[in-house]
């Protein structure tokens, strides 16, 4: 079965937005970007204010509610409906809860060919990168740099430390020239995968 949906899960100013855009012209057929930021940015201010939706500490901490999370779960079933609709779908998502964010994307992809990829990134990188941008709570990026993928299985991993965003969609396009793929359900090696770049 061809892959229908690749998630990157990965912290804050990782590189994951980078990756998806060399994915997008890497990848022969077109490819929609479903991004966690895109659907944050899409709430009403109210729900980025309030415990009910999201809020971001001075440190970089994030705390979600419980009215997020109804509409995060809906925003899930809508990328999951496109998939099966027949849309390609790259995800590109922040697994704040490690496996406990994972498992609701593994029961909303059911049935789906799904290419599960770690983004790595060492902290003081990360937080480099945060700075440069400016658009971020300092601390974030340094908070989740390794929190995001403790528990979490992946097909495979890349590193973005010192590899560029091409180099690295490269690699996860040349996954897909392996013959068996497995629908939903990562196979995990050391840890939580395996490592394809950066490892150390």
Request: proline share 6%; charged share 25%.
């Given at each position: 079965?061809?892959?229908?949906?690749?998630?990157?899960?990965?912290?804050?100013?990782?590189?994951?937005?980078?990756?998806?855009?060399?994915?997008?012209?890497?990848?022969?057929?077109?490819?929609?970007?479903?991004?966690?930021?895109?659907?944050?940015?899409?709430l009403?201010?109210?729900?980025?204010?309030?415990?009910?939706?999201?809020?971001?500490?001075?440190?970089?901490?994030?705390?979600?509610?419980?009215?997020?999370?109804?509409?995060?779960?809906a925003?899930?079933?809508?990328?999951?409906?496109?998939?099966?609709?027949?849309?390609?779908?790259?995800?590109?998502?922040?697994?704040?809860?490690?496996?406990?964010?994972?498992?609701?994307?593994?029961?909303?992809?059911?049935?789906?060919?799904v290419?599960?990829?770690?983004?790595?990134?060492?902290?003081?990188?990360?937080?480099?990168?945060?700075?440069?941008?400016?658009?971020?709570?300092?601390?974030?990026?340094?908070?989740?740099?390794?929190?995001?993928?403790?528990?979490?299985?992946?097909?495979?991993?890349?590193?973005?430390?010192?590899?560029?965003?091409?180099?690295?969609?490269?690699?996860?396009?040349?996954?897909?020239?392996?013959?068996?793929?497995?629908?939903?359900?990562?196979?995990?090696?050391?840890?939580?995968?395996?490592?394809?770049?950066?490892?150390?």
């Amino acid at each position: 079965m061809a892959i229908q949906v690749i998630v990157l899960n990965g912290g804050s100013s990782s590189g994951k937005s980078g990756i998806v855009r060399c994915l997008q012209a890497e990848l022969p057929d077109p490819w929609l970007a479903a991004a966690i930021d895109t659907f944050v940015d899409s709430l009403p201010a109210s729900l980025r204010t309030t415990e009910a939706g999201i809020t971001f500490a001075p440190d970089g901490g994030v705390a979600v509610g419980e009215e997020f999370r109804r509409l995060e779960a809906a925003w899930r079933a809508g990328v999951a409906a496109m998939a099966r609709a027949g849309a390609r779908v790259i995800v590109d998502d922040v697994f704040l809860g490690g496996p406990a964010s994972q498992e609701p994307w593994r029961k909303a992809l059911t049935g789906l060919d799904v290419l599960w990829v770690g983004v790595r990134c060492e902290g003081t990188a990360a937080e480099a990168r945060e700075i440069a941008r400016g658009d971020r709570p300092r601390g974030m990026a340094a908070t989740q740099a390794e929190a995001v993928h403790r528990g979490v299985t992946y097909d495979l991993e890349v590193d973005t430390t010192h590899a560029e965003s091409l180099t690295c969609a490269r690699i996860i396009t040349a996954h897909f020239a392996q013959p068996h793929r497995t629908t939903t359900s990562p196979q995990p090696g050391p840890r939580t995968g395996r490592r394809d770049i950066g490892e150390r």
